[in-house]
């Protein structure tokens, strides 16, 4: 069919010469503006507190947390020997990041310095067991975000009023995506185990279920130290220096874990400094009780490197979300990038 004079008269009338030179004169603007949108649309977050890639390239594909119960920073990386600690400073230090300036700033007993570890905030919650957490945990938000059943998430403790911390009080969040635990003699108010026991049910879980995220309670030295026997606390520490070494050499061999684990070692509090009461106890504010260890290893982190940088334990959780990809909303806590290869 012949176009009608009307259409070439149209066509004639619009001057498509000039409009394609403002097309290619603001070529680069127009494209600047797509680049930036679609990267405000993207999944990259500002907020520390949250996943900066939720789905990320790391090659932490699993995550296991050990706290040494209640060791005081002076028996640790503060002691220039590291006499206490031999496995850790002399086989693992340099395979990893140590941090100096690592701290417990919420209540520095048992119950809370855990939870502030699982759900990324402080609380001050009765040291019995007798209380559960207000805040979702990060086995909670791991679940629900990557979809996996309970064996992919572990909670393993000497001590049986830890198992607290397998929930919360959040309504959206209560009885729904918990960890499974091994805590204790048989559970909550079962009395606590020697961490012996615990290490052995810690080769059985992590063989059997291969859980993605696992959270490691041993007993000592804390147990030890509020005997107020000094060589029996700086037993507590050596032995559970051995048992480190142990899980880490197990993660280091087994091929689900190898090369793409990353571990973490700290405690949930420290003990008072000798003028303010002694190595047998701990709980206020003084240096001894809130400055901690603190060391990291894995695919992602540097190895073989000492850095002072003021941390606190609620960051544990927000880089744990950050290693495996899930979010962690309205937390404090920040991701500590320092300890990234890149």
């Avoid at 009080?169 to 108010?189: E, I, M, R």
């Avoid at 008072?272 to 809130?290: A, I, N, Q, Y």
Wanted: charged share 20%.
């Amino acid at each position: 069919m012949r176009k009608s004079k009307l259409f070439y008269s149209v066509v004639n009338a619009i001057k498509i010469e000039p409009i394609m030179n403002l097309a290619y004169r603001f070529l680069p603007t127009i494209l600047l503006f797509i680049v930036f949108t679609a990267c405000s649309n993207s999944s990259i977050e500002t907020d520390d507190s949250t996943p900066i890639y939720p789905q990320n390239n790391y090659k932490t594909k699993n995550v296991v947390v050990i706290i040494m119960d209640g060791a005081r920073y002076s028996e640790t990386w503060g002691d220039i020997t590291q006499q206490y600690i031999p496995k850790i400073s002399g086989q693992l230090a340099s395979k990893g990041i140590i941090n100096t300036s690592f701290y417990n700033n919420g209540p520095t007993w048992t119950i809370s310095g855990h939870a502030a570890i699982t759900t990324g905030h402080y609380q001050d919650l009765n040291n019995s067991g007798k209380e559960i957490p207000k805040y979702s945990s990060i086995f909670q938000n791991f679940r629900k975000a990557k979809n996996v059943n309970a064996a992919s998430t572990w909670m393993i403790s000497s001590k049986d009023k830890l198992e607290v911390l397998n929930n919360c009080v959040d309504s959206n969040w209560k009885n729904k995506y918990q960890p499974n635990t091994n805590c204790g003699v048989n559970g909550l108010g079962s009395g606590y185990r020697e961490d012996a026991v615990t290490f052995e049910k810690i080769s059985e879980i992590l063989s059997k279920d291969q859980p993605q995220l696992t959270l490691i309670n041993l007993r000592e030295p804390d147990f030890s130290g509020h005997t107020g026997n000094w060589n029996d606390y700086l037993d507590g520490l050596r032995a559970s220096d051995e048992y480190i070494y142990q899980i880490w050499q197990f993660l280091e061999n087994n091929p689900f874990y190898q090369g793409k684990t990353s571990l973490f070692i700290t405690n949930d509090h420290g003990r008072h400094l000798d003028d303010l009461g002694g190595f047998s106890s701990h709980g206020d504010d003084c240096d001894g009780c809130r400055h901690i260890l603190f060391y990291a290893h894995g695919p992602d982190f540097k190895q073989n490197t000492v850095i002072d940088i003021k941390r606190e334990l609620i960051d544990i959780p927000s880089t744990i979300a950050e290693l495996l990809g899930f979010p962690m909303p309205d937390r404090p806590g920040k991701v500590m990038t320092e300890l990234f290869l890149n």
